[in-house]
């Protein structure tokens, strides 16, 4: 990863459940500069489903419990297009991973991706995991056993993504 410090963190993080609003400052920050605060409201954190199909975990420190360094959270929602496997599986998409600059590539998001994945797969044993990736983060889910499915695609004002999937 270029221009990211990989030095260790010196503190625990500690990775709980948040809801949506704790995560927007940091969507905002990492993943829609461009956006408004409210424009990264997902249509399914609108959903009236929301409140049972919807997870949101945050990374903080121990130190600054307020201060969100890490979001990430999962919908339970088909996957829109026909995977090796998964027909009979529960599918959950990720939708917005970030680590603050700062503390990237320190293994937060892997810790952050660990424990969604664990958190999904405990409520529903047979689970399908999907997301549209970064192309810049294609490395990041590939390393957690991620595959890629189809071509690169781009998202208006975002960039180019893969459509990534494990099931587990
Ligand atoms: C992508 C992102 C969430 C990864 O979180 P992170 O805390 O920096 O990643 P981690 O330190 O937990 O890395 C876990 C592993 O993935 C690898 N990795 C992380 N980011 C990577 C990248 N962009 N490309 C290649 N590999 C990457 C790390 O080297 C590490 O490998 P290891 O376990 O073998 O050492 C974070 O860098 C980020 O917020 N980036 C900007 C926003 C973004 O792209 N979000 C994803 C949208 S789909």
């Known amino acids: 990863m270029i221009g990211v410090s990989e030095k260790p963190l010196r503190q625990p993080v500690i990775i709980h459940p948040v809801s949506v609003q704790a995560t927007l400052p940091l969507r905002h920050s990492v993943l829609r500069p461009h956006a408004s605060l409210d424009e ?8 009236p489903d929301a409140s049972v199909d919807a997870r949101h975990w945050a990374a903080v420190l121990p130190a600054a419990p307020e201060t969100v360094i890490g979001c990430l959270s999962a919908y339970r929602q088909t996957c829109p ?5 998964g027909k009979t599986r529960t599918h959950w998409r990720l939708r917005g991973m970030a680590v603050l600059p700062p ?5 937060i998001g892997k810790r952050l991706l660990e424990k969604a994945l664990a958190d999904v797969s405990n409520s529903s044993p047979d689970t399908l995991v ?32 893969f459509l990534m999937w494990s099931a587990g």
């Not at 297009?81 to 496997?85: D, N, Y």
């Not at 503390?103 to 293994?107: I, N, P, R």
């Not at 970064?134 to 390393?143: I, K, N, T, W």
């Not at 595959?147 to 004002?157: M, N, Q, T, V």
Request: with cysteine; glycine share 12%; charged share 20%.
């Open 40 to 47: 990264c409201l997902f249509p399914e954190d609108k959903s």
């Open 81 to 85: 297009v026909a995977l090796p496997v």
């Open 103 to 107: 503390f990237q590539g320190k293994g």
């Open 130 to 161: 999907w997301c549209n990736a970064r192309e810049s983060a294609l490395g990041f889910y590939r390393q957690a056993g991620f595959s890629i499915h189809g071509a690169r695609f781009e998202i208006p004002a975002i960039g180019p993504h």
